[in-house]
C-alpha cells in the first residue's frame, strides 16, 4: 500500500494540472454560438408556412413574422420589458409586395408578446405622424429617467424618439450629434447601436466600427474615441462589416459584429468599452446547427443579420435576430420567401463566466 500511495502523491498534482488545463482548453475552444439555447416550440413545427425548405418545418409563433406573408416583411427587433409584464418588439417593417429591395421604405413598428420567444402580434406604427412612420435600424432603450427611447439610422439621421409608455404616443427628441474630431468621419448614422453605460454615459457602436461617447444625454454630443474597434484583430474579416450591437455582462463590455458577404457573425469583448478590444471568435453562422428547437429540429436561415440582446439579472437572457429564408436578391414581390424576427434562448450566466476566466487569463 505504501508504494500506492507514494504514487499518488507523486500524481495528484500533476492529475490536478491537466485537469485544470484541459477545462482552460475546453472553455477557450468555446465561442458565443456554442451558448445558444433550443427554441421553445409554442404551437407546433409546421411545413405549412412560407420560405424555403431550409427553414421547414418551423414554429411561426416564435418572433414576429406575417404568417400569411400578404402584407409585410419585418427586421431588426429589439426587446424592452415593461412594467405590466408583457414583452415589447421594436422592429421594422415593409410591403412584402416590394420583395426584399422594399427595406428602404420601412416604417419603425412596436409589438407585444406575453412571452420573451413570443409570439409577437404588431401594434401599428410608432409615431405613423411622423413622415409617415418612416424608420429602420430600429433599436431602443430605457432612459435614467424612466423615459423609453427608440432611435433609428440609416434611411434617417440618428432620429431619437421618446415616451412615458412602452405603448407610445412616441414624441420625436431630435437627432444624434456628434462634435468634430479627427475621426468624427467614423460618425456615420448608420446600424447605430446604443448602451446606456454603468457609468451614465451613453456608448453607440455604429457601422464603422468606432465607439462613440456622451456624457451629456443620448443625443450627444459624441466624441468618436478613435479608429475602427476591428482594425487589425487576428482573425477578423477586413471587408463588409455591419450590423454590431453592443452591450455590457459580466464586467466586460462586448459587441456582436456581422460580415455581411461571409454570412458569420463575431464577438469581441473590452474591458473598459474602449480600449485592448479582442476577438472572441463566432458568434453565429447560419450554415451551423445552433438554432433548434427544444425536439431538435434545426432550421438554417440564410442570413441571419441585425442582432440585438436582452438582458434579465445582467445577463444575456435571448438573442433577436432578423432573418430572411433566401438570399436578399431572390427575395422577391408577392413570392413565397420573407424574413422575419427570430428570438432565441441564450445562456448569458454561463457565457459570462466563462468570458471572465478567459478575458483574466487574457
Known amino acids: 500500500m505504501k508504494p500506492a500511495k507514494i504514487v499518488y502523491s507523486v500524481l495528484a498534482p500533476v492529475l490536478a494540472l491537466v485537469m485544470v488545463t484541459g477545462f482552460s482548453a475546453c472553455a477557450a475552444e468555446k465561442t458565443l454560438i456554442d451558448y445558444f439555447l433550443p427554441m421553445p416550440i409554442h404551437g407546433a413545427l409546421t411545413s405549412n408556412a412560407w420560405g424555403a425548405p431550409n427553414v421547414l418545418p418551423r414554429d411561426p409563433q416564435n418572433g414576429l413574422e406575417d404568417r400569411t406573408l400578404k402584407s409585410w416583411c419585418y427586421w431588426d427587433g429589439k426587446i424592452i420589458k415593461g412594467p405590466e409584464g408583457r414583452y415589447h418588439m421594436f422592429a421594422s417593417r415593409w410591403d412584402q409586395a416590394q420583395g426584399h429591395g422594399g427595406w428602404w421604405t420601412s416604417k419603425a413598428v412596436h409589438a407585444v408578446s406575453d412571452n420573451p420567444t413570443g409570439p409577437y402580434l404588431d401594434q401599428g406604427l410608432c409615431w405613423p405622424a411622423n413622415?409617415?412612420?418612416?424608420?429602420?435600424?430600429?433599436?431602443?432603450?430605457?432612459?435614467?429617467?424612466?423615459?423609453?427611447?427608440?432611435?433609428?439610422?440609416?434611411?434617417?439621421?440618428?432620429?431619437?424618439?421618446?415616451?412615458?409608455?412602452?405603448?407610445?404616443?412616441?414624441?420625436?427628441?431630435?437627432?444624434?450629434?456628434?462634435?468634430?474630431?479627427?475621426?468624427?468621419?467614423?460618425?456615420?448614422?448608420?446600424?447605430?447601436?446604443?448602451?446606456?453605460?454603468?457609468?451614465?454615459?451613453?456608448m453607440i457602436v455604429a457601422r464603422s466600427g468606432a465607439v462613440w461617447l456622451s456624457q451629456t444625454g443620448i443625443l450627444g454630443p459624441y466624441t468618436v474615441q478613435g479608429p475602427c474597434v476591428y482594425n487589425g484583430l487576428p482573425g477578423l474579416p477586413t471587408h463588409d462589416m455591419e450590423d454590431p450591437v453592443v452591450w455590457y455582462s459580466g464586467g466586460l463590455y462586448h459587441i456582436v459584429v456581422n460580415c455581411w458577404s461571409d454570412r458569420k457573425a463575431f464577438h469581441l469583448t473590452s474591458p473598459d468599452g474602449i480600449h485592448h478590444w479582442v476577438n472572441r471568435g463566432l458568434a453565429y453562422d447560419p450554415q451551423k446547427n445552433f438554432l433548434r428547437y427544444t425536439d431538435g429540429t434545426v432550421n438554417h436561415w440564410n442570413k441571419i443579420e441585425r442582432p440585438n440582446v436582452y438582458l434579465e439579472h445582467g445577463h444575456v437572457a435571448y438573442f433577436t435576430l432578423a432573418v430572411i429564408d433566401v438570399p436578399k436578391d431572390q427575395e422577391l414581390p408577392n413570392d413565397n420567401h420573407g424574413s422575419k424576427v427570430i428570438v432565441v434562448p441564450f445562456d448569458g450566466v454561463a457565457f459570462d463566466r466563462d468570458m471572465q476566466k478567459l478575458s483574466a487569463g487574457q
Open 131 to 202: 413622415q409617415d412612420g418612416k424608420g429602420h435600424n430600429v433599436t431602443a432603450l430605457v432612459l435614467p429617467d424612466g423615459r423609453y427611447a427608440v432611435v433609428v439610422s440609416e434611411t434617417r439621421p440618428g432620429d431619437v424618439f421618446v415616451s412615458r409608455s412602452l405603448d407610445g404616443p412616441w414624441e420625436y427628441l431630435g437627432a444624434l450629434q456628434v462634435t468634430p474630431n479627427s475621426y468624427s468621419g467614423l460618425g456615420k448614422m448608420s446600424n447605430v447601436s446604443i448602451l446606456l453605460r454603468p457609468d451614465g454615459n451613453f
